[in-house]
């Protein structure tokens, strides 16, 4: 079993930058994909960035060049460095675990609570 708990959320102007951290338990963190998905209202939960166990990325068109993905395995964390942020990347933001190599959430079996995350134009 493996729990994740965001954290780093909150309210910010459209240009400016946040980093959400994902805190893991267990003791396999090094040998799971991990992923950053998002929700916002009304909307499905969207692939946003994953990092495989070997250090591979992989970003949304949407968030390529704006989002950096990384993880540090001494500390069980993942972070999602977010700059150049704008309205429309206003969503829930989730973390996930998982074994399966993929950009689709219903591959992850692990999920955190969920960080809120709003951009004001």
């Known amino acids: 079993q493996v729990q994740l708990e965001e954290s780093g959320g909150g309210l910010v102007q459209a240009g400016g930058s946040l980093r959400l951290s994902c805190a893991a338990s267990?003791?396999?963190?090094?040998?799971?994909?991990m992923g950053w998905f998002r929700q916002a209202p009304g909307k499905e939960r969207d692939f946003v960035a994953r990092?495989?166990?070997?250090?591979?990325?992989y970003y949304a068109e949407s968030v390529k060049g704006r989002f950096t993905i990384s993880r540090d395995n001494t500390k069980n964390t993942v972070y999602l460095q977010m700059n150049s942020l704008k309205p429309e990347d206003t969503a829930v933001y989730y973390c996930?675990?998982?074994?399966?190599?993929?950009?689709?959430?219903?591959?992850?079996?692990?999920w955190g609570q969920g960080t809120q995350v709003t951009v004001s134009s």
């Open positions: 996930a675990g998982g074994i399966d190599s993929t950009s689709l959430a219903r591959t992850y079996a692990y």
């Open positions: 990092m495989t166990w070997s250090g591979m990325t």
């Open positions: 267990g003791r396999t963190f090094s040998s799971y994909n």
